[in-house]
Antibody, heavy 119, light 109 residues
């Protein structure tokens, strides 16, 4: 069955960096675009970034553009999110999610990893 | 950027009742690229509906989606105890950013 297991979250000071990982299994990872979506505590969902299945293209939300970088290693079935210059408002649960067949809806989600930005 | 507004914020209903949730966009959603998700506390969202009206794999037929353009609806025909949760709509038109509504909480009356 499809599984997405995220990791790498934690408590980090403002201005510092963190890298999240998401290991995929149960499907051919290299055939699917992948997304990161975040959810601040008690709030709604915010799309963060997408990467094409072959890594050839990426897009970002304006709120993270220039600070976050999405990448993938198809040989390791792993998705990454490098987060630099972190701010308090980046505090959230970060979910990796698989692009659905035929569109950028999200058909499978990881369990989420919590990032807390605080001094 | 397309902004999605869901209504109501909270829906208080009893098991067995019908739930009607609305999602309105500030501009037309291309090709009905509208999805619905269910989220329970401490869990990731689960895909219910994509393409405005297509049920995802394993989703019971009491869930249905409809609408086009700027107005979309999720209907739960008869609420089961496990359906009490928060529901989000998402538009995934031809270009990013892809946006979510603020959510509707369906609670037990």
């Amino acid at each position: 069955q499809v599984q997405l297991v995220g990791s790498g979250g934690g408590v980090v000071q403002p201005g510092r960096s963190l890298r999240l990982s998401c290991v995929a299994s149960g499907f051919t990872f290299s055939n699917y675009g992948m997304h990161w979506v975040r959810q601040a505590p008690g709030k709604g969902l915010e799309w963060v970034a997408v990467i094409w299945k072959d890594g050839s293209n990426e897009h970002y939300a304006d709120s993270v553009k220039g600070r976050f970088t999405i990448s993938r290693d198809n040989s390791k079935n792993t998705l990454y999110l490098q987060m630099n210059s972190l701010r308090a408002e980046d505090t959230a649960v970060y979910y990796c999610a698989r692009r659905g067949y035929g569109g950028n809806f999200l058909d499978y989600w990881g369990q989420g990893t919590l990032v807390t930005v605080s001094s | 950027e397309i902004v999605l507004t869901q209504s109501p914020d909270t829906l208080s209903l009893s098991p067995g009742e019908r739930a009607t949730l609305s999602c309105r966009a500030t501009q037309s959603v291309s090709s009905s690229y509208l999805a619905w998700y269910q989220q329970k506390p401490g869990q990731p969202p689960r895909l219910l509906i994509f393409g405005a009206s297509s049920r995802a794999t394993g989703i019971p037929d009491r869930f249905s989606g409809s609408g086009s353009g700027t107005d979309f609806t999720l209907t739960i025909s008869r609420l089961e105890p496990e359906d009490f949760a928060v529901y989000f709509c998402q538009q995934y038109g031809s270009s990013p950013p892809w946006t979510f509504g603020q959510g509707t909480k369906v609670e037990i009356k």
